[in-house]
């Protein structure tokens, strides 16, 4: 049972460069989401979605997109790195978007280290 | 807004002491409240929850008790073991448009040396 996962574990850019952060699960879950962990601020919520075809911003959208074709996969897009975005990124998924109804909990991949020059 | 505010770590402990992770927040309504755990080089595993005032979550020895009075969720083991050592996040979810969004604490690093 492979859970979340994300691929690549580690990645250095250049400042300008785009990239594609990739996050799969074979859970069939609906709900899935971006966040990024920085030192001292815990994570926070960039983008997520409650389904095929539906996505949202959360709370730092700015520099990245989204899509989600399938259930299965959720990609997130950098367009044009910035130094700023130097972070550990985790992809998580869940079977219900409420984690105040649902005893599932979220399921977290083991995370991208992306390093911006 | 909503946010979780949690002791400054790292907290570090001898092997079989008593830990406490304070854990506080503020939210409009009824949140749902959660510990997770971070092992090195892994992701976040919920640890345990409680979703409404007074229940208490325990899971592989910690435990947390949700204090509405005191808007707090601190985290407790009464013996800690080397292998507990991590990063500890506290989270609440305030999920009223059921965005299924976490907010979450900044983290604190327990070591625990034997």
């Known amino acids: 049972n492979a859970g979340v996962t994300q691929t690549p574990k580690f990645q250095v850019l250049k400042t300008g460069q785009s990239m594609t952060l990739q996050c799969a699960q074979d859970?069939?879950?609906?709900?899935m989401s971006w966040y990024r962990q920085d030192p001292g601020m815990g994570l926070r919520l960039i983008h997520y979605?409650?389904?095929?075809?539906?996505?949202d911003q959360g709370e730092v959208p700015n520099g990245y997109n989204v899509s989600r074709s399938t259930t299965e996969d959720f990609p997130l897009r950098l367009l044009s790195a910035a130094p700023s975005q130097t972070s550990v990124y985790f992809c998580?998924?869940?079977?219900?978007?409420?984690?105040?109804?649902?005893?599932?909990?979220?399921?977290f991949g083991d995370g991208t280290r992306l390093s911006i020059l | 807004g909503d946010s979780v505010t949690q002791m400054e770590g790292p907290v570090t402990l001898s092997e079989e002491a008593f830990l406490t992770i304070n854990c506080t927040y503020t939210?409009?309504?009824?949140?749902?409240l959660f510990w997770y755990v971070q092992y090195p080089g892994e992701g976040l595993q919920l640890l345990l929850k409680?979703?409404?005032?007074?229940d208490k979550g325990s899971n592989k020895g910690f435990e947390a008790t949700y204090r509405k009075e005191t808007t707090s969720f601190h985290l407790e083991k009464g013996s800690v073991q080397v292998s507990d050592s991590a990063v500890y996040f506290c989270?609440?979810?305030?999920?009223?448009?059921?965005?299924?969004?976490?907010?979450f604490g900044q983290g604190t690093t327990l070591q625990v040396k034997p």
């Open positions: 989270a609440l979810s305030a999920d009223s448009s059921n965005t299924g969004k976490l907010i």
């Open positions: 998580a998924s869940s079977a219900v978007p409420s984690a105040v109804i649902s005893n599932q909990p979220q399921h």
């Open positions: 979605s409650v389904g095929a075809g539906i996505t």
């Open positions: 409680a979703t409404k005032a007074d």
């Open positions: 859970m069939n879950h609906e709900y």
């Open positions: 939210a409009t309504g009824y949140p749902s």
